[in-house]
């Protein structure tokens, strides 16, 4: 079975705290996500990666970066905390034969 | 408008009832997928298609590509069904990339 895990459950942090959330995969897949999920929103592509090393903006990259320097790792980056970060946050892998993603089981901010 | 559409966007059910949630998307698209969310955040696949129908236990899920649409459909309902379910395209032109929908909280009362 492939794992996604993601650093922590919850976490509360406050505004202009450089916040790192962690994802980690073990089926060597290619491709790596980060989702942010809101009420009414559904969730909403940050940034991904195809490789390590490689990334591309999503569709909310503002106030993110993210770093990928090994295949199993993919982190995502809060430079500068705020209250409008509040959500939660979803890491998935995908194999790029299949296209399935698997995600892992979400962190919880809070920004105060 | 958003490209994928749900609906309803809330729904309960009684125990044994038989569920049908739509989805309904507005690009060309190379695959379709359902997808499941328990309270408390995780997040399950259930069905990739691109033409057909697929059946899995109690939960069928069918597309129809010439009109945009898809429909899951939950048989023999039962509480332990109650999430979130959540429909994503793959568009022919994105690549690798999934556009969600806002899903569908459903509950199944005993």
């Known amino acids: 079975d492939v794992k996604v895990t993601q650093s922590s459950r919850y976490l509360v942090k406050r505004t202009g705290e450089k916040v790192f959330l962690e994802c980690v995969q073990d089926m060597d897949h290619e491709n790596m996500f980060w989702y942010r999920q809101d009420p009414g929103l559904g969730l909403r592509l940050i940034y991904f990666?195809?490789?390590?090393?490689?990334?591309e903006k999503g569709d909310i990259p503002e106030g993110y970066s993210v770093s990928r320097e090994k295949k199993e790792r993919f982190s995502l980056i809060l430079e500068s905390a705020s209250t409008n970060q509040t959500s939660m946050y979803l890491c998935?892998?995908?194999?790029?034969?299949?296209?399935?993603?698997?995600f892992g089981p979400g962190t919880r901010l809070t920004v105060t | 408008k958003n490209e994928v559409e749900q609906s309803p966007q809330n729904l309960t059910a009684q125990e044994g009832e038989f569920i049908t949630i739509n989805c309904s998307y507005s690009v060309g698209i190379s695959a379709l997928h359902w997808l499941q969310q328990h309270p408390g955040g995780g997040i399950v696949s259930l069905f990739m298609l691109s033409s057909g129908k697929k059946k899995h236990g109690r939960l069928i899920a069918t597309i129809n590509i010439q009109e945009k649409h898809s429909s899951l459909h939950i048989t023999a309902s039962h509480p332990r069904d109650s999430a979130v379910y959540i429909c994503a395209v793959r568009s022919a032109t994105s690549g690798s990339r999934l556009t969600f929908g806002e899903g569908t909280q459903l509950t199944v009362n005993p």
């Open positions: 990666s195809y490789d390590v090393k490689m990334k």
């Open positions: 998935a892998s995908q194999t790029s034969s299949t296209y399935e993603q698997y």
